[in-house]
Every structure is written in C-alpha cells, then in structure tokens.
T-cell receptor
C-alpha cells in the first residue's frame, strides 16, 4: 500500500467511448502526476499538477483531459481514444522528492 | 540534453550471487538520483535515493547504490540476489531540487534458483 489509489485497475473501451481514470492520494502531497507506460517504451510523463494547478502538459493529445479538483484527487478523462493508447497509466504524487506511485490502470482500447 | 541511460535491457543472475544493475546519467548541476522497482502488473515502488552525503546509499530489500560523480553513475547493487528480486528496475534523475524526474528505460532483472 503506497498511499496512492488508482481506479479502475483494468479498463477496456471502444474508440468512441468516454471513460475516466481516478487517482487519490492519502499522503498529503502537493504534486500529482500522470504517466503512460507502454510496452518496450520509456515511461512517459503526461501531466503534472502542483497545488491543483497544471504545471506541465507534455504535448499530450487532447483526447486525454486531466482534472485536478483538489490536491488529493486527480482524474484522466478519456475520449475517442486510439488502439495505440492502450497502456498502463500510472498516477504518482510527491512532496519533497521521490514519487509515490499507484498500482496503475491497465487500459485496452479496442 | 539531460538523460538517464540503463545500458542493459536484461540482467540474469543466479540466486545467492551478487547483482549489479547499471545506470549512468547526464544532467546539469547536482543530480538527485533514484531507483525504483516494478513487479508485474504493479506500479513503481521507491527503493532508494541519493541527494547528498555518503556516496553509498542503502535502501529497501537489502539493495544499495553507489554514486560516482566522476563516472556519472549510480549503479544498483545487492550482495546476494533472491528469486523474489526478479522485476523491472528503473533509474531516475532530477537535475537538482526542482524539476521532474527523468526515467531510464528500465532493466529487467531475472534471478534463477
């Protein structure tokens, strides 16, 4: 148990569906992150939020829409995804240094 | 450009033998260095970090890493490998106290009985 909870753990969706991934941290951290992990590719940083404000968007396609309503919750809204978006999506939080990761949400786009 | 290199895609070790997983980095300023481990179908777990002080850092599960400034390396080591150490290991660097972590591509460690 890392203190970062991601739901759902597994998600299968069609290209026309709309779904959301949720992340909640119980560590009192001020920064939250979304990473994408694809097979045989390096970990890709997608979005960074500090104190609910987005501080980084790594040229992520608009079909991925993040939302951070408070410092403890982070969402990733998914819309009209492509099969190549199938991956493990990892949420992380931090305060002063190391990242604490959730268990990830395995997304399959059909 | 700032980067992290893990030159080995896979490391194979016999149980009980010492293991080393290599990491080199290229950043400006004083690096903050990290190692993470990922077991199958799990998220990344923090193992250890170097910020300043003693070059030999001890972490979770008996792992340690040595910071070598002249060689810009931060290799992960363990004196005696366990089968349960088999996992994917990631090295990461932050260029100083600010900024985001830069991850290496990962090294798969396989420990055979």
């Amino acid at each position: 148990e890392t203190g970062v909870t991601q739901t759902p753990r597994h998600l299968v969706m069609g290209m026309t569906n709309k779904k959301s991934l949720k992340c909640e941290q119980h560590l009192g951290h001020n920064a939250m992150y979304w990473y994408k992990q694809s097979a045989k590719k390096p970990l890709e940083l997608m979005f960074v939020y500090n104190f609910k404000e987005q501080t980084e968007n790594n040229s992520v396609p608009s079909r991925f829409s993040p939302e951070c309503p408070n410092s403890s919750h982070l969402f990733l809204h998914l819309h009209t995804l492509q099969p190549e978006d199938s991956a493990l999506y990892l949420c992380a939080s931090s305060h002063t240094g190391e990242l604490f990761f959730g268990e990830g949400s395995r997304l399959t786009v059909l | 450009a700032q980067s992290v290199a893990q030159p080995e895609d896979q490391v194979n070790v016999a149980e009980g033998n010492p293991l080393t997983v290599k990491c080199t980095y290229s950043v400006s300023g004083n690096p903050y260095l990290f190692w993470y481990v990922q077991y199958p179908n799990r998220g990344l777990q923090f193992l250890l970090k170097y910020i300043t002080g003693d070059n030999l850092v001890k972490g979770s599960y008996g792992f340690e890493a040595e910071f070598n400034k002249s060689q810009t390396s931060f290799h992960l080591k363990k004196p005696s490998a366990l089968v349960s150490d088999s996992a994917l290991y990631f090295c990461a660097v932050r260029p100083g106290s600010q900024g985001n972590l830069i991850f290496g591509k990962g090294t798969k460690l396989s420990v055979k009985p």
